[in-house]
């Protein structure tokens, strides 16, 4: 899979690209990473990115040239542009899963200001997606999210596969609650039944942990999983 990353500060998204599980799937040669600078497709000598936006209001509004030169330059037959966008669909691992397994290639754009020309909306870009309903002050944390999240879903990054498949939302809840040595600290202990040995009622006191904890901090899960079944 190539993730190629434009935005108008490259230094944040590379930085980012040195550590963690996209370092381990770049090493593994599953997964290639290519951070672009917007500003390179500028053709004025302020290598201008923004402009005011037609019929007035606050801030400023990207401009479609350089992101359309930048598009002709990266984009091939089988590339996917993604828009990291409030206005887009709201980024979650079903989404996730449905974007590492379908394509190989994808073009990100990171936003700023007051966002992209519409026309950048409506005739360059195929898929856009929000990771949550509040602002951030650029695109780059919200790339950074889709980027890492879809990059522990290709085969053979993660060290033990089943990880992935256990994790929150993966089932259409919240993970069970996990511990570690020691077993007592500071007069808290860890539960008797995951020191019993008996694999039956470790699971299922799991998967009671994992309703309990998702009808208290996210009844809205559970809600879509059963909407998402009758449908």
């Known amino acids: ?4 990353i434009i935005t108008i500060f490259p230094e944040q998204v590379e930085d980012h690209l040195k550590y963690g599980v996209s370092r381990i799937a770049e090493s593994k040669g599953l997964v290639s990473y290519f951070v ?7 053709r004025d000598v302020h290598k201008s990115v923004d402009d005011r936006p037609y019929g007035g209001g606050a801030g400023m509004v990207m401009r479609i040239e350089p992101i359309y030169e930048a598009l002709k330059e990266l984009k091939r037959e089988e590339s996917k542009v993604v828009l990291t966008t409030p206005r887009g669909k709201r980024l979650d691992q079903s989404l996730m899963r449905k974007l590492t ?9 990171c936003g700023h200001y007051e966002g992209f020309d519409e026309r950048v909306h409506k005739h ?8 949550g309903d509040y602002i951030l002050s650029g695109g780059e944390l919200a790339a950074l999210v889709l980027v890492d999240g879809m990059t522990r879903l290709v085969p053979g990054v993660l060290g033990n596969e089943q990880s992935s498949i256990e994790e929150s939302f993966e089932m259409g809840a919240l993970e069970y609650p996990h511990y570690t040595r020691p ?7 860890v539960p008797g039944v995951l020191l019993s040995g008996n694999h039956a009622r470790i699971t299922a006191w799991r998967k009671a942990q994992s309703e309990k ?3 208290s901090n996210r009844i809205d899960i559970i809600t879509e999983t059963k909407h998402a079944k009758k449908s």
């Open 124 to 131: 360059l870009v195929d898929i856009e997606v929000s990771i």
């Open 101 to 109: 397994t379908s394509d190989d290639h994808y073009i990100i754009l």
């Open 36 to 42: 672009h600078d917007l500003r390179k497709w500028t």
């Open 213 to 215: 904890t998702t009808r």
């Open 183 to 189: 077993e007592e600290f500071n007069g808290w202990k």
């Open 1 to 4: 899979m190539r993730f190629d």
